[in-house]
């Protein structure tokens, strides 16, 4: 099957927009030779006179006004689809689609997407929660958020600055009548809220002070897999909580929880915002990496 190039049907159309072979030439940036011969050759292929040709004008043929009259809105959508790529390469729009865990999701959801959406309101941002790790590129994400020590190593990674902990708490009700534990061992003898994993696995709660490293199995009355759950079984008392310090940070301030064990929750990996090395890429996609970069250097008003 004979594969035939925009430029000679382009041609075609203009010599009908233009009237002549050489004021199409002249449209299109060709010589009348090259836009001749480009025409030439698609007769040739497809076997069958488009035009009519005469010293002084050109015609179509009956041949010639089906075959305008099928390619002409096909390549006007092909014109449209181009125009609307170019358009994203000067204007943010279009779709992001960010992957990311939920607890990076909720860290940076105010202070970046949704400030990036206040400035850019012709973008769509796709964002998905999981806990699985994911190939970002083969699943056809633009970006994606993780702890600095899960991003791959092939790619480029913003690290958004943002100083991370675990945060152990219970609600104030809880304490009454009970003491509050010292080391990391005593929370084995108190009712907690067990975390289960993506993979359906028991999460083991990690502490560290002074070197000395500790993961615990925890029990409980319940078990969750969800962070908003389990706040809300914490500040109720049910138990004592393991959480993202962000995600529970106003309640401890405001005196819903109290913290315990916070010597043993040292800093953890920051977040890192993250993508394979893209040429072309879009408006859209190179004004939310700048926006990283200010949220990652406090330049947000937000922060």
């Known amino acids: 099957m004979t594969r035939h ?88 729009s279009g779709t992001l689609r960010i992957n990311a865990f939920a607890t990076a999701a909720r860290e940076i959801m105010a202070p970046l997407i949704l400030t990036y959406l206040q400035r850019y309101p012709q973008v769509h941002i796709d964002l998905v929660t999981e806990g699985r790790l994911v190939d970002v590129v083969a699943a056809g994400f633009d970006l994606g958020v993780r702890s600095k020590d899960l991003v791959p190593s092939d790619a480029i990674a913003i690290p958004l600055g943002q100083m991370r902990r675990m945060a152990v708490a219970a609600s104030p009700a809880f304490f009454e009548g009970r003491a509050i534990p010292n080391v990391p061992q005593e929370l084995l003898a108190y009712p907690c809220v067990r975390i289960r994993l993506p993979n359906s696995a028991l999460f083991r709660w990690r502490f560290e002070k002074g070197g000395e490293e500790l993961q615990l199995d925890v029990e409980g009355p319940i078990t969750l897999d969800e962070a908003s759950l389990a706040r809300i079984a914490v500040i109720n008392g049910v138990g004592i909580g393991y959480f993202m310090e962000a995600d529970v940070r106003e309640d401890i301030a405001a005196g819903r929880l109290i913290r315990i064990l916070e010597d043993w929750t040292p800093p953890l990996a920051p977040l890192c915002l993250y993508y394979s090395n893209r040429r072309n890429s879009s408006a859209a996609f190179q004004a939310f990496i700048a926006l990283a970069r200010d949220f990652a250097a406090g330049r947000l008003a937000q922060l």
């Open 5 to 92: 190039s925009l430029i000679e049907l382009e041609a075609v159309l203009a010599i009908v927009r233009c009237g002549s072979f050489r004021a199409a030439a002249l449209e299109l940036g060709m010589s009348t030779t090259a836009i001749s011969n480009a025409v030439a050759k698609l007769e040739r292929e497809l076997a069958v006179r488009l035009f009519n040709r005469t010293t002084r004008s050109v015609s179509l043929t009956y041949a010639g006004r089906i075959f305008v009259a099928q390619i002409k809105p096909a390549f006007e959508g092909i014109q449209k689809a181009m125009d609307t790529a170019r358009s994203q390469q000067e204007m943010p």
